[in-house]
């Protein structure tokens, strides 16, 4: 699915940094997003399996497999495609001669025993699961912290920053990485802060159950480009208004110690590619109250509305470039107060040196049961307090 290939070769890197090169892979994978598998591979083109090992015969991707060789034969005769390619007959006789119905049987027949790790592990007793302190896979996450047993007052968001602004296509592996973590990252740091060598950072989706490896993996892609620092890939921003280029988790931090509100600014089709719930998860715990974008995808919508994150759209015709954001703003968004309906039209000011931008948004809680889970913060809330009443 992820396609992660391991660590490349520290000189083969080295010097793709160094010489700002675009390299390339071929993989049987599912998408195909820039840096996925590897942060120094930019290029990924997907194919069928057995494409992916011709090209790996071949040693390059800049052949035509169908009229060059992959290399010369034992009898030093070039060697096409075509000639290693299998028949469909041959195909249909290997799987008839190797795959049995006793392989599954075996396999599933016991497949909820486990093996001896497996029944050798302690079973706590209780009805609460135990969290391990000091487990960096597995922690208790903060998304019930301070939920109150009736759901307050909903209030307009007032004194908000950008914390980015996007342009069009940013997909959920923008907002939260899935492929390796790296050392000088924030995740690298924390990682590292408590004792896990880069070695064994293992990945963002296998670190998915901790919520710190996460949220500093949010908005972390290598390939983001927050136009906000131009010229500038990776997970950075300018915190406001002192403007100071840092990390997006440290501005998201010095933010929350500031009681800042944030937002998101995007342009056409944010959140396309995987239904990644953490990239809805991770702009929430970075406190992100809102995302302004052009239009959203339609899954990643609703994993907004979920978290209790507004999805904004802007209205036909008007974009961040029409009404000239440029991420320096300092936002207010209202209508919220006087209570919410579906597809309600919001107000959005924005100031910056000494003028003022106004505009309307269309929040995209589409239905009742949307509304609900925006008033109350967020599914989890919601289905906390139906359980108390």
Known sequence: CIGNSGPVDEAIAGAIKNGNLVACAILS???????????????????????????????????????QPLGTGSDGRPVFLRDIWPSQEEVAAAVTGSVHAEMFKSEYGQVFEGDERWKSLKVPEGNLFRWAEDSLYVKAPPFFEGVTAKVGEFTDINGARALAV??????????????????????????????????????????????????????????????????????????????????????SERYRKEGVPLIVIAGKEYGTGS????????????????????????????????????????????????LGLIGKELFSITGLKAGIKPRQ?????????????????????????????????????????????
């Open 275 to 322: 239904s990644r719930d953490w990239a809805a998860k991770g702009v929430q715990l970075l406190g992100v109250r809102a995302v302004i974008a052009e239009n959203f995808e339609r899954i990643h919508r609703s994993n907004l509305i979920g978290m209790g994150v507004l999805a904004l759209e802007f209205k036909p015709g008007e974009n961040r470039q029409t």
């Open 166 to 251: 996007l342009g069009d296509s940013v997909t959920t592996d923008h907002i939260s990485p899935a492929g390796s973590i790296a050392p000088d990252s924030p995740a690298g740091k924390y990682l590292i802060e408590h004792g896990v060598q880069p070695k064994d950072f293992n990945s963002y989706g296998a670190r998915r159950g901790n919520h710190e490896v996460m949220m500093r993996g949010t908005l972390a892609n290598i390939r983001l480009k927050n136009l906000m620092v131009p010229g500038v890939e990776g997970g950075f921003t300018a915190h406001q208004p002192d403007g100071e280029k840092m990390t997006i988790f440290d501005a």
């Open 345 to 389: 039209t919001l107000k959005v000011r924005a100031e910056f040196g000494g003028k003022t931008t106004e505009f309307e948004v269309t929040m995209r809680a589409d239905t009742p049961e949307e509304v609900e889970y925006v008033r109350h913060g967020g599914i989890l809330p919601f289905v906390l307090r139906e359980l108390i009443a």
């Open 29 to 67: 994978g599912n998408r195909n997003f820039e840096g996925r598998i590897n942060p120094v591979v930019r290029f990924n083109y997907l194919a069928s399996p057995p494409l992916v090992v011709a090209y790996a015969i071949a040693g390059t991707m800049d052949i035509d497999v169908e009229h």
